[in-house]
């Protein structure tokens, strides 16, 4: 296996940038994931780590050995696509094997090394049929097979598991993320899923508008966010934002009283749902707007003044409709953010 570095990174169309500027250091047997929206970059920085879109300027390493210029052959890298790119008038063994077949490895040892690499995804029983005979996973399993009868240096995953349905999607999570931690390969992985991402990753890459936003592992950009849009983007429900001008010491924003803030100006106060906590002597106040159960919680929809947030309560908690609540957060949990730059203002109040 094999890590992955890259230096100053950037890709253009002709004057439009894609990527800026971008720098990352992926080590040998992690598992990470590139997030974000659609139009991030996410997928043409995989791209362009497999050797499929060329590098418009700075460098691109795996392990010793600089890659920038080669051609995708040289790079010892397998790629599972969105579609599972499967031929469908193969069966499953043809699939997998493929890749043996056009590096004339002898059939011997090409049937080996499939029958290996089914083993490991669980597809010995299902060599003989044609995909047309397979469900949605089972599919993904094969293309899975396929990437890993290569031995490659690094596995790119790019949205694997975006056309399945959502229990499948489950369930294939936990089959990856088995796969990777027994074979302790190096995998990256583009999704715009952020459970996908925290579910999966070592560490998660957030990108938007081809700037990278925070790295870090699923914990560190959960509970400390970088600034608004890592904040707004994990997490469901989103985390609430609440505005407001910090004078002398003291937050004032439409249903937060008493609150102080780390430093004066125009800042956004955020907190997670469920950060709030029930008080009839809390700080903080809204009208219920709407409630949303859910089975193992119950979400209420509180206005607060122009802004709209969500708390959790218990299951079988539903106040009433106009009712007004009054709550509390958790101590450490109050995060504040200026308003105009969106940066993260960090520091004790």
Do not use: W
């Amino acid at each position: 296996m094999s890590s992955v570095s890259l230096e100053d990174v950037e890709k253009s169309y002709g004057a439009f940038t894609v990527l800026k500027d971008l720098n990352l250091e992926i080590a040998d047997g992690e598992f990470v994931v590139l997030l974000g929206p659609s139009g991030c970059g996410k997928s043409t920085t995989m791209r362009m780590i497999a050797g499929l879109e060329t590098i418009s300027g700075g460098t691109l390493r795996m392990g010793e050995r600089e890659v920038t210029n080669m051609h995708p052959r040289e790079r010892n890298v397998a790629m599972v696509f969105q579609n599972y790119a499967l031929y469908p008038h193969m069966t499953v063994l043809d699939n997998i094997g493929y890749p043996l077949k056009v590096a004339r490895v002898d059939r011997a040892t090409r049937r080996r090394q499939i029958e290996d690499a089914a083993k490991k995804v669980d597809l010995l029983p299902y060599l003989d049929r044609y995909p047309r005979d397979l469900s949605g996973g089972q599919r993904q399993r094969v293309a899975l097979a396929r990437a890993l009868v290569r031995d490659p240096e690094v596995f790119l995953l790019d949205e694997p598991l975006s056309n399945l349905d959502a229990k499948l999607r489950v369930a294939m999570r936990a089959e990856i993320k088995h796969l990777q931690r027994s074979l302790g390969v190096t995998m990256i992985y583009v999704t715009h899923d952020q459970i996908e991402a925290m579910t999966l990753a070592d560490r998660v890459v957030l990108l938007s508008e081809g700037v990278i936003q925070q790295v870090g592992t699923p914990d560190d950009i959960y509970d400390d966010p970088d600034n608004l849009f890592v904040a707004g983007f994990i997490g469901s429900p989103p985390m609430n934002f609440v505005e407001g001008v910090a004078r002398d010491g003291t937050f004032t924003a439409t249903g937060v009283s008493n609150l102080a803030p780390p430093k004066d100006g125009k800042l956004t106060l955020g907190f997670r749902a469920e950060d709030a906590v029930l008080d009839q002597n809390g700080r903080f106040s809204g009208k219920v707007f709407e409630v949303e159960p859910t089975g193992e919680a119950t979400y209420v929809v509180l206005e607060m003044g122009a802004s709209r947030c969500i708390i959790r309560g218990d299951k079988k908690f539903r106040p009433p409709l106009g009712s007004e609540l009054r709550f509390e957060l958790q101590e450490g949990h109050s995060l504040f953010f200026e308003t105009e730059s969106g940066r993260r203002v960090r520091g004790a109040p």
